[in-house]
């Protein structure tokens, strides 16, 4: 099936900086969707995504679909410890299918 | 949204054996999946749990190994069996809500994090 890649692997990232995390696909997708999984917890639903170009915020977070549908972005401002976790973009097949990315695993420099 | 429980939260096993963990879910769903999560790793679909019929597997699984139940609209089994080391994961049962104005968003259990010896 469709695989959608993310970037980078890890993120070490200072306390009050910002990062940016990336999925990228090499076809077309419908949606997008964006999850976080704290250290030894579940994957917790974050946002979705479905028009090109969508910008859609929450607080701190900034999601982006491109103007083709084939990435997408997820930029946290001003770290917190609180931000600690994975976060995984994953695209919603037929039958509500999810096919996740790779992650990336967020620590933080207090 | 979904509340979801699973049992048990954790387990040691001996190769060779055989794990049977639970999903209960505090509302009917129509779709539930069971996903395997690896150490450090990312979530793979093993299959879909269908109400009343069997699962629908993906590629690399097979009901023989994983073979799952779905009596009803709120409950789910996934029986790891025969197992060996290389099946050490977490595993997560998720449901999707599909009613008119749903998110599309999927709730996942709390897995249960399987080690074998």
């Known amino acids: 099936g469709q695989q959608v890649m993310q970037i980078p692997q890890y993120q070490h990232v200072q306390e009050g900086e910002d990062f940016t995390t990336y999925c990228n696909s090499s076809t077309t997708l419908s949606n997008i969707q964006w999850y976080k999984q704290r250290p030894g917890g579940h994957p917790v639903f974050l946002i979705q995504l479905v028009k090109s170009g969508e910008v859609k915020k929450q607080k701190r977070l900034t999601f982006q679909f491109g103007e083709a549908k084939k990435n997408s972005s997820l930029h946290i401002t001003a770290t917190q410890t609180t931000d600690v976790g994975t976060y995984f973009c994953a695209r919603l097949g037929n039958d509500y299918k999810l096919s996740f990315g790779a992650g990336t695993t967020v620590t933080v420099r207090a | ?117």
């Open chain 2, 1 to 117: 949204s979904a509340v979801i429980s699973q049992k048990p939260s954790r387990d040691i096993c001996q190769r060779g054996t055989s794990l049977t963990i639970q999903c209960q879910v505090d509302s009917q769903v129509t779709m539930m999946f069971w996903y395997r999560q690896q150490p450090g790793q990312s979530l793979t679909l093993i299959a879909t749990a269908n109400q009343g019929s069997e699962a629908t597997y993906e590629s690399g699984f097979v009901i023989d190994k994983f073979p799952i139940s779905r009596p009803n609209l709120t409950f789910s089994t996934l029986t790891v069996s025969n197992m060996s080391p290389e099946d050490s994961s977490i595993y997560l049962c998720s449901v999707v809500q599909t009613q008119l104005g749903a998110r599309g968003e999927q709730f996942f259990g709390p897995g249960t994090r399987l080690t074998v010896l």
